[in-house]
C-alpha cells in the first residue's frame, strides 16, 4: 500500500498566555510565563501555582448549552479552520480529539445540574462538537494519561498515510477544576513555586489549563506554504509503575526507536518535561540512550504549565511555529543542569537553522510517545 505524504495545514491554541497562538508567541518571546499562585480558590484551600486561561473568550459557546470543555475545544477548532479551505463536514475529513479528563468538572454538582449525566463521558462531547460542525464520522478519541495529545497527532498521521481519510482536524483540551488539582496535590507532585524543567532544584510541575486544534491533510493544495510535513510517529508503554516513569527510560526509548529517530537528523527536541525529578531523568535517559544529548532540548511547562491532555497538541504547535521561523525557544525555569544524563537544554532564545523536531510525550502507565515533524 502506497504511504501517502502528510502536510501540515493550520493550527490554533490557547492557554494561561493568551487567547490565541499570536499572543502566546509574544509571551513567550518575552520570557513571561502564565504561572501565578492562585489563593484559596475553586481548586484548592491551599494557594497553589496555576496556569489559567482566560475563559472568557468561550462565552458565545457557553451561551449556547456547550460545557466550558467543549467551549474549550470549539474556541480553537473554529480560530484554526477559519484559516482553511478544509471542508470540515466533509465525509473525508475525521475529527480526533485528545483530552485526559474531558468534562469531569460536572462532578460537581452545582454545575452538573446544568447538563444531562451523559455529558460527563469524553464520547458524548465528542459526538456534540462532531454535530456543531455536521462532520458525519464517528469521532477518535484519545484519552491516554498525558500522551493524548501526541498519540491523537500519531493516530490522525497514520489514518491519512492510509488513505483512510484526507483530512484530519485534531483537537485537545484540559481544564484545571477541583478534581485535577487535588489529584496532583495527592501525589505530591506539584511544586512550590512555577516549574523548572530539568533544572537540579526541581521539585514538581505546575498545572495549567489550555486546548489546541492542528490540522493535518495529504492534499499537497491545502498545505500550508511553509511546507511543514508530519513524517512519523510512534507510542510505546512499558508499564513500569502506575504514576512513575522508567528509570531505564524503556517506554520512551522504544517510541523513538519506531518513529525512527536517527542520530544526527533531529535539529532540536521538544521534550515533555514536567519538572518533576523522575520525568526529567527519564527523558534525559531515553535522549542520552539514542546518542542525542548535544541536541537542542527545550520544555514549555515554565511559561504555561502541564496542560494534560492538550499539552501535545500545544508544545508541538509552538514546535511548529519554531521550525517556520528558525528559532528555539528558552526553557523558562531552567538554569543549573540536574539530570542524569546531561540533555542540551536551552537557556535563551535563538536563531538557528531548524529542519527536523522530535516531540515527546510520557505520562502515568507507563505511556510514552515520539513525533517526528520535518520542514521541506
Known sequence: MEIKPVYWVEQELFNALGTNQEACINQILNEQTGLKTISQSEFSNAPTILGLADRSVTKPFIDLGYTLFEAFLLHVAESALSKTSIDISSPDTIIIYTSTKGNIELLNQNVASRYTPDRLHLWKSAQIVNSHFKNPNTPYIISNACISGVQGLITGLRLLQNGIYRHAVVIGADLISQFVASGFLSFKSLSSSPCKPFDRDRDGLSLGEGAACI????DAKKAHPSG????????????NHISGPSRTAEGQYYAMLS???????????????????????????????????????????????????????IETALSIYS????????????????????????????????????KLASGFGGSNAALIIKKQ
Open 215 to 218: 490540522i493535518l491533510s495529504t
Open 228 to 239: 511543514i510535513d508530519f513524517v512519523s510517529g510512534a507510542t510505546a508503554n512499558d508499564a
Open 259 to 313: 518513529a525512527g529517530v536517527q542520530k544526527h537528523q533531529i535539529d532540536f527536541i521538544s521534550a515533555h518535561g514536567t519538572a518533576t525529578p523522575y520525568n526529567d531523568d527519564m527523558e534525559s535517559v531515553a535522549i542520552a540512550r539514542h546518542g542525542l544529548g548535544n541536541v537542542p532540548v527545550n520544555s514549555f511547562k515554565g511559561y504555561f504549565g502541564h496542560t494534560l491532555g492538550a499539552a501535545g497538541l
Open 323 to 358: 521550525l517556520q521561523h528558525n528559532i528555539l525557544f528558552k526553557t523558562l525555569g531552567f538554569e543549573n543542569p540536574g539530570t542524569v544524563e546531561l540533555v542540551n537544554v536551552v537557556q535563551s532564545h535563538q536563531k538557528a537553522h531548524l529542519k527536523t523536531v522530535l
